[in-house]
T-cell receptor
Framework: GDSVTQMEGPVTLSEEAFLTINCTYTATGYPSLFWYVQYPGEGLQLLLK?????DKGSNKGFEATYRKETTSFHLEKGSVQVSDSAVYFCALRTGRRALTFGSGTRLQVQP | EAGVAQSPRYKIIEKRQSVAFWCNPISGHATLYWYQQILGQGPKLLIQ????????DSQLPKDRFSAERLKGVDSTLKIQPAKLEDSAVYLC????????????FGSGTQLSVL
């Protein structure tokens, strides 16, 4: 079945550091890929998505590129802020099926 | 537009008691999902509805969990009897119903079973 593997956290960075959170997936068919974010005390919200190979999703300075050859969708940001501290979830969806999530990566950004 | 509404926000019960959660999806969204998120883990699908029909309930522990969406709008999820390992956040999400669309999530119900 479908599955998502993402790097374990927590990831602790200083403000303005470069961020990479790795995500790889296994899926039947041609999934869409997503990054969701969960800020403290808030619900899950979509950060970005990509629907086909080589697509790049971007939002709020975050980017991720759909790499079919390596089955990856790594999340990157050039300069993190304290306000980016949250839990980040990589997820996939094939057709009308529900989202399949990774286990989440907690990011802590220190001033 | 109004988001996905869930209630209650928090619930504390003792093991073997029963509990129910309610979800009202975004207006017009045909697909509704219930997820279970155990602390430190990613959300796991319990059940997916398309209108008032069940699309996927393969991971729902049917001996104790039940869910319904009678009129194809709001939904309830019930646990009876609860076990300690049911302590988790129960998330409801909805989507318009097309392929590969994003899901919209509610704030969740945090359940503690003592």
């Amino acid at each position: 079945g479908d599955s998502v593997t993402q790097m374990e956290g927590p990831v602790t960075l200083s403000e303005e550091a470069f961020l990479t959170i790795n995500c790889t997936y296994t899926a039947t068919g041609y999934p869409s890929l997503f990054w969701y974010v969960q800020y403290p005390g808030e619900g899950l919200q979509l950060l970005l998505k990509a629907t086909k190979a080589d697509d790049k999703g971007s939002n709020k300075g975050f980017e991720a590129t759909y790499r079919k050859e390596t089955t990856s969708f790594h999340l990157e940001k050039g300069s993190v802020q304290v306000s980016d501290s949250a839990v980040y979830f990589c997820a996939l969806r094939t057709g009308r099926r529900a989202l399949t999530f990774g286990s989440g990566t907690r990011l802590q950004v220190q001033p | 537009e109004a988001g996905v509404a869930q209630s209650p926000r928090y619930k504390i019960i003792e093991k073997r008691q029963s509990v129910a959660f309610w979800c009202n999806p975004i207006s017009g969204h045909a697909t509704l999902y219930w997820y279970q998120q155990i602390l430190g883990q990613g959300p796991k699908l319990l059940i997916q509805f398309q209108n008032n029909g069940v699309v996927d309930d393969s991971q729902l522990p049917k001996d104790r969990f039940s869910a319904e969406r009678l009129k194809g709008v709001d939904s309830t999820l019930k646990i009876q009897p609860a076990k300690l390992e049911d302590s988790a956040v129960y998330l409801c999400a909805s989507s318009p119903g097309g392929s590969n669309e994003k899901l919209f999530f509610g704030s969740g119900t945090q359940l503690s079973v003592l």
